[in-house]
């Protein structure tokens, strides 16, 4: 009967652990919204003060560099937002072509990854920090295409803006009709939000001490979730 208990106790952790891998579930989301935090403060502090992730502060940078006549300079800032169109362009064409939605995702993991090690690999140099602008830029789109679910609540991994509207939003139900799942729902995005800030913390730490390599523990993090995400 122990035996039986036992077994039993088993496999609901293996089951509980396989599930706990798939796109869609909690460590996906805290390991895609950490990255996504960590990749803005490592753009920002180890590759020429620009956001390769969240693309609203380049065209605020755009702008003001346009205004100050410095014409030639919007590239530094429009290189990584088209690079950010890429990836989606990317992500939305492997979705359409690749056979099955966590075999899309492994795919998009894999790639973000690639992207991450290689631009952790690039040398100091002008030229380099804007290419490795162009390779995080496009990561950024890959990820926003590709991991955007909690369950059947849509998040955003890669910014905070669109989560601070859905929290709103949900707590405004709440008032509206005293539903616990619409309070469950901000608690939600405001814990999405916190994992961000966390994950930003978390690359400001690295990169003040690894400098210009620190983008690869996240990368590393990423290929090895692209090898054990369940299909």
């Keep these: ?37 960590f990749s803005a403060s490592y753009s920002f502090l180890a590759r ?10 380049n065209i605020i940078y755009s702008g003001q560099v346009m205004a100050s006549g410095h014409f030639w300079q919007v590239m530094t800032f429009l290189m990584p937002i088209l690079s950010y169109m890429l990836g989606l362009f990317a992500a939305q064409q492997m979705e359409g072509r690749v056979r099955g939605t966590a075999r899309f995702q492994k795919t998009a993991l894999l790639l973000e990854s690639v992207l991450m090690l290689i631009t952790g690999l690039l040398p100091a140099s002008s030229a380099m920090t804007r290419l490795s602008l162009c390779l995080l830029g496009c990561a950024s789109g890959l990820q926003m295409q590709s991991f955007h679910r909690i369950g059947r609540n849509e998040y955003t991994s890669i910014m905070v803006m669109g989560n601070m ?8 139900a709440y008032l509206a009709g005293r539903q616990p799942a619409s309070l469950h729902r901000a608690v939600l995005y405001v814990i999405i939000n916190g994992i ?8 400001y730490g690295v ?22 995400l369940k299909e």
């Design 196 to 203: 961000f800030c966390l994950g930003s913390a978390w690359g």
């Design 48 to 57: 020429g003060g620009v956001f390769a992730f969240a693309q609203t502060g």
């Design 207 to 228: 990169t003040r001490t690894a400098g210009d390599v620190a983008i690869l523990l996240p990368a590393l993090l990423l290929l090895l979730a692209a090898c054990i």
């Design 1 to 37: 009967m122990t035996d039986c208990i036992a077994g039993q106790s088993i496999e609901i952790k293996k089951d509980s652990l396989l599930r706990g891998l798939t796109a869609d579930s909690w460590p996906m989301l805290v390991l895609m919204t950490a990255t996504g935090g």
């Design 165 to 172: 509207k859905r929290t709103v939003e949900a707590f405004s």
